[in-house]
């Protein structure tokens, strides 16, 4: 059976306390941090740089998932890795070149993630696969928490795991996007191994995150 794998989104946390958050997180089972950057242009909303990804890093040893949707990305690589990021995955849209970009990232010795936005191909990182650490399949359009999931991803998911078994590649399957109780395991058994979620673990069962986190992982 394989192993599933929960990186809850601190977008959900409460922002006033989010190094104690992050003890909680990592004491209830989580065994990532994801940190949700956007830039206000490549999606519609505002969230951290690395000043707060760099002072919430002493809270947890943990691998900090860092899914940059800012544009251009490049440039800022550099920083979200000095930052304390573990995991670094960017968008094909954000980039002028995506094989620079994927070894900007390894030449940091970080994991390297790619994600597809709902409506963006397989086609559009498929050449990369063998480079990769993690893809992350978007189940929203990025921006904002909260979302419901477009079922839609279900037969993308399928498809990538199909790509990953033929080709024995090793990268995670990550989801991200409206995942709650009643899709999670439909989401799992489409081929995914990673769930990220923050209001279903930060609110469902009056916030019993160990209860939410140990839930999303069975199947």
């Given at each position: 059976?394989?192993?599933?794998?929960i990186?809850?989104?601190?977008l959900?946390?409460d922002?006033?306390?989010?190094?104690?958050?992050?003890?909680?997180?990592?004491?209830s089972?989580?065994?990532?941090?994801?940190v949700?950057?956007?830039?206000?242009h490549?999606?519609p909303?505002l969230t951290?740089?690395?000043?707060?990804?760099?002072?919430?890093?002493?809270?947890?040893n943990?691998?900090?998932?860092v899914?940059?949707?800012?544009?251009?990305v490049?440039?800022?690589?550099?920083?979200?890795?000095?930052?304390?990021?573990d995991?670094?995955?960017?968008?094909?849209?954000?980039?002028?070149?995506l094989?620079?970009?994927?070894?900007?990232?390894?030449?940091?010795?970080?994991?390297?993630?790619l994600?597809?936005?709902?409506?963006?191909?397989?086609?559009v990182?498929?050449?990369y696969?063998?480079?990769?650490?993690?893809?992350?399949?978007?189940?929203?359009?990025?921006?904002?928490?909260?979302?419901?999931?477009?079922?839609?991803?279900?037969?993308?998911i399928?498809?990538?795991?199909?790509?990953?078994d033929?080709?024995?590649?090793?990268?995670?399957?990550?989801?991200d996007?409206g995942?709650?109780?009643?899709n999670?395991k439909?989401?799992?058994?489409?081929?995914a191994?990673?769930?990220?979620s923050?209001t279903?673990?930060?609110?469902?069962?009056?916030?019993?995150?160990?209860?939410?986190?140990?839930?999303?992982?069975?199947?």
């Amino acid at each position: 059976m394989k192993k599933i794998k929960i990186s809850p989104s601190i977008l959900s946390a409460d922002f006033s306390q989010l190094g104690q958050e992050i003890k909680n997180l990592e004491n209830s089972g989580a065994d990532m941090i994801h940190v949700d950057v956007m830039d206000g242009h490549f999606v519609p909303n505002l969230t951290i740089g690395p000043p707060v990804i760099k002072a919430l890093r002493k809270y947890t040893n943990i691998p900090f998932d860092v899914h940059l949707m800012i544009n251009p990305v490049h440039k800022y690589i550099k920083d979200y890795a000095e930052s304390g990021a573990d995991i670094i995955t960017i968008h094909p849209e954000a980039t002028t070149s995506l094989q620079e970009s994927i070894d900007e990232i390894k030449k940091f010795k970080k994991k390297v993630g790619l994600s597809l936005n709902p409506d963006t191909k397989i086609e559009v990182i498929e050449k990369y696969l063998d480079q990769i650490d993690l893809v992350l399949v978007m189940s929203v359009f990025p921006g904002f928490g909260g979302q419901k999931f477009i079922k839609d991803v279900l037969k993308k998911i399928e498809r990538i795991s199909e790509i990953k078994d033929k080709n024995s590649f090793k990268f995670d399957i990550e989801v991200d996007g409206g995942i709650n109780f009643s899709n999670f395991k439909e989401v799992l058994e489409a081929g995914a191994n990673v769930l990220v979620s923050g209001t279903t673990i930060f609110k469902e069962n009056n916030g019993d995150i160990k209860k939410n986190i140990n839930f999303l992982k069975t199947i």
